[in-house]
């Protein structure tokens, strides 16, 4: 198909998926989900990091397509909303990494092993293991890429509290995870 008909093509599907065909928004995501995956593969460097932020991305499309005004703007705006879930993928990964370094950091009381960051069930039950509080911090710092700032307003306590939560539950952790490996 040429240039032209297929820009009108997707024109077309755009406007009828604003408009709520089910069928025309199907046919959108059939013709552009294999280039928006191609462009996350460039950008992460892995498959199924890409797929992970295209499929977060479809669905900022989905509730973003009413308010697509110009039909012709949805390839650019598409690959925006794919370019910044990529960097929210790559930002939670390098979370997840900075989460089990400081891990690693807090002082050894049992453990003669480091915690390695592939023991990702053993986390994820040590940190269902912390308090409440505790265990919000963790998640919104860590794993929603909040400032410590933000996640003070997240909680309603103060900045101060919020990083005694993070320590605590750091430290915490790291006994969980001691316990586990002896």
């Given amino acids: 198909m040429n ?3 297929a820009r009108l093509l997707n ?3 755009v406007a009828s998926a604003r408009a709520g065909s ?14 928006l995956l191609a462009h996350a593969v460039r950008l992460t460097g ?10 977060v991305a479809w669905g900022e499309i989905v509730r973003g397509l009413g308010g697509l005004r110009d039909e012709q703007a949805f390839a650019a705006w598409a690959y925006r909303i794919v370019t910044r879930s990529c960097a ?8 997840r990494r900075a989460l089990a370094a ?11 092993e480091p915690v390695e960051p592939s023991e990702g069930d053993a986390l994820r039950r040590a940190i269902r293991a912390l308090p409440a509080g505790e265990r919000a911090a963790i998640a919104l710092y ?25 320590m605590n539950a750091r430290r915490k952790l790291r006994k969980l995870l001691e316990g586990e490996m002896q």
């Avoid at 892995?46 to 499929?55: L, S």
């Avoid at 929210?88 to 979370?95: A, D, F, L």
Wanted: charged share 35%; with cysteine; net charge positive.
């Fill in 22 to 35: 089910r069928e025309a928004f199907e046919r959108l995501a059939a013709n552009w989900h294999p280039r």
């Fill in 142 to 166: 860590h794993f929603e890429e909040m400032s410590v700032a933000q996640t003070a307003v997240a909680l309603n306590v103060p900045v101060g509290t919020a990083k005694t939560r993070l």
């Fill in 11 to 13: 024109a077309y599907l």
């Fill in 102 to 112: 400081a891990v690693k950091r807090e002082p050894m009381e049992r453990c003669t």
């Fill in 3 to 5: 240039s032209d008909k």
């Fill in 88 to 95: 929210g993928e790559i930002k939670g990964k390098v979370r």
């Fill in 46 to 55: 892995e498959r199924e990091t890409a797929r992970d932020a295209v499929q």
